[in-house]
């Protein structure tokens, strides 16, 4: 019965529902200020890093791990936010090699992928905050980007069909999906700028709304080969239709950090 028409209608309603609430929030979050910004970014990253820690952990992570993951986080927002995207790196590195050293010695050397949780969101909250510093219209540009890229891959794989694009991984993804994501993110990208009101950037835009939905795309994968890995449809249940909190951003995490060294090394301004 999970498979039937009638409960896939049921799951799409749900995306649809949980999309047209939570979107318009977090594009709200992103205007009203920097710091309103940061605590949503901040509530990501620790919501994220929990559900990363249930998944490679394969059981509910023990408090400490939690609380510790979550504080650096929160640090490393503090420190992006008070002095910068540079600030914001060293701190993650260092809260990344501290909390890998005590899950070792008190979980019993489980590895090297609890610890990845922190970089993995943590460069995200660098990147957006970093971003948004500049002003809101980068970041608003990056998250049409992204989802754009979404719902291009979502209807043209549905719509189009064809060979899949890596059915070991994720066996609903065809290539049709991907063509049509970039396409739809590029549309999107330069509709965005010119609405910001800088025409001239649309030949940037273009190309580089179709790269950020690729890399996307390899993101949305690499998370599938994760979970994949460790044995689970979903990363969590906290959105409803979407699973987690890693499922609705696993495009983002991939996205972010690649754009916000871009704009970094070409000094651009959205302003």
Known sequence: MAN?????????????????????????????????????????????VDEWLRLVLRRPPPGWAR??????????????????????LIVLAAATAAFDIAVNLRLGTPGRMPALGLPYLGLTVVALLHL?????????????????????GYIFGRWIGGPRLAPRLSPKKTWAGLIGGAGLAAVAGAAAIAVLHRAG???????????????????????????????VKDSGDLIPGHGGVLDRIDGLLA?????????ALLDMSFR
């Open 255 to 263: 996205a972010a950090p690649l754009f916000a060294l871009f704009t």
């Open 67 to 88: 609380l510790c993951a979550g504080v650096g986080i929160v640090a490393v927002t503090i420190a992006t936010g008070c002095a910068g995207a540079v600030a914001g």
């Open 201 to 231: 950037a649309t030949i940037l835009a273009v190309p580089g709304a179709a790269l950020l939905a690729l890399v996307a795309q390899a993101g949305d994968l690499a998370e599938s080969a994760i979970k994949r890995r460790y044995g």
């Open 4 to 48: 039937s028409p009638q409960a896939k209608r049921s799951n799409l309603s749900l995306r649809i529902l949980s999309s047209l609430v939570l979107g318009p929030l977090i594009l709200a979050a992103v205007y009203v200020g920097q710091w309103e910004f940061a605590v949503i970014v901040a509530l990501l990253g620790v919501l994220g």
């Open 132 to 152: 948004r510093q500049d002003g809101w219209q980068p970041v608003i540009w990056l998250l049409l980007v992204v989802w754009a890229t979404d719902i291009g």
